[in-house]
Nanobody, 128 residues
Framework: EVQLVESGGGLVQDGGSLRLSCATS????????IGWFRQVPGKEREGVSC????????YYRDSVRGRFTIFRDNDKDTVYLQMNSLKPEDTAVYYC?????????????????????WGQGTQVTVSS
């Protein structure tokens, strides 16, 4: 069973940094795409960043490219999202998601419904 557990959210000031963690278990990482998504009440969930297990390629939405970095700690089976230069518009609940690459891949980042396994989410609040 695929399990994903996020942590690391919190309250930070404009321009600050946070590192989100997604502890993974129950699947062979190289066969999966691992994505970070976020959602604000009243809006659709949107893709933020993604890591392909097969070749470690990374994807970012335009608004976070250069500020956010996705990476994996192989020893801990954990995927991280390092978020720097945070802005108030980054405020959202952040979710980690995973899917077998036959069903979805990182180029599906704008289609969160294609990802079948989700964590519980972690709140990120950036104050101005």
């Amino acid at each position: 069973e695929v399990q994903l557990v996020e942590s690391g959210g919190g309250l930070v000031q404009d321009g600050g940094s946070l590192r989100l963690s997604c502890a993974t278990s129950g699947f062979f990482f190289d066969d999966y795409a691992i994505g970070w998504f976020r959602q604000v009440p009243g809006k659709e969930r949107e893709g933020v960043s993604c890591l392909m297990g097969s070749d470690r390629s990374t994807y970012y939405r335009d608004s976070v490219r250069g500020r956010f970095t996705i990476f994996r700690d192989n020893d801990k089976d954990t995927v991280y999202l390092q978020m720097n230069s945070l802005k108030p518009e980054d405020t959202a609940v952040y979710y980690c998601a995973a899917e077998y690459i036959i069903k979805a891949a990182c180029w599906d980042l704008e289609s969160p419904n294609l990802f079948g396994s989700w964590g519980q989410g972690t709140q990120v609040t950036v104050s101005s």
